[in-house]
């Protein structure tokens, strides 16, 4: 590798707004972030599903078709 080109790889510290805490490499010290694995709606099953119909519903519904 040449030397002088590639940046100060260091540990660092992310923060989410939750308060949850991770420690991993970086060029960057310190980092926040709004979402992590700890709360994001995907990994901890909160995902709100819609489950309205597709469009062939909906056309029947605004037309009265039965």
Known sequence: MKEGIHPNYQEATITCACGNVL?????KKEMKVDVCSKC???WTNNLKMEKTGGRAEKFKKKFGIQ
């Open 23 to 27: 420690k991993t490499n970086s060029t």
């Open 40 to 42: 994001h709606p995907y």
